[in-house]
């Protein structure tokens, strides 16, 4: 009887461990820790300024190709996480349209000599339902 206990027990904490693993990367892939000072600062910067030049009215203006549609979105919140995909930054923005559908959108940034360049936005979720894309 004991054993068995103690083998009930072993399965739970390897599943715990498991799982901790399996999530734990997760929880950085929104934000790369070694993207930091100047670096971090210039690539939320010419985002910042992106989202400005493209916004007119208040409104950022984005074709959504999934939904065949042009978006017409106000900026709510930009995110503070960064991570790099292939030779480029990815930071993102929380924006709502004026049916209260929210977009998290994702901005691409790219070094290029001295400058990082924001050179696009896709939509990476809209209400919380993530889009599957790959950027590498």
């Known amino acids: 009887m004991k054993s068995q206990i103690e083998q009930i ?3 739970m904490i390897s599943g715990l461990v498991a799982s901790f693993l399996l999530t734990g990367p997760v929880a ?3 934000d790369d820790p070694s993207i930091k000072g100047g670096l971090r600062t210039g690539i939320q910067a010419t985002m910042n300024t992106f989202i400005k030049n493209q916004t007119v009215d208040g409104t950022l203006r984005l074709y959504d ?5 042009l978006l017409k979105v106000k900026l709510k919140k930009l995110h503070p996480g960064i991570v790099k995909k292939g030779d480029f930054y990815v930071s993102c923005a929380d924006f709502v349209d004026s049916n209260g559908r929210k977009y998290d959108l994702d ?5 290029s000599g001295d400058k990082l360049i924001t050179t696009q936005a896709i939509v990476h979720s809209v209400d919380g339902k993530k889009r ?4 590498e």
């Open 9 to 11: 027990i072993r399965i």
């Open 28 to 30: 950085y892939a929104a």
């Open 65 to 69: 190709p999934v939904e065949d549609e």
């Open 107 to 111: 901005f691409l940034v790219v070094p």
């Open 132 to 135: 599957k894309y790959h950027l």
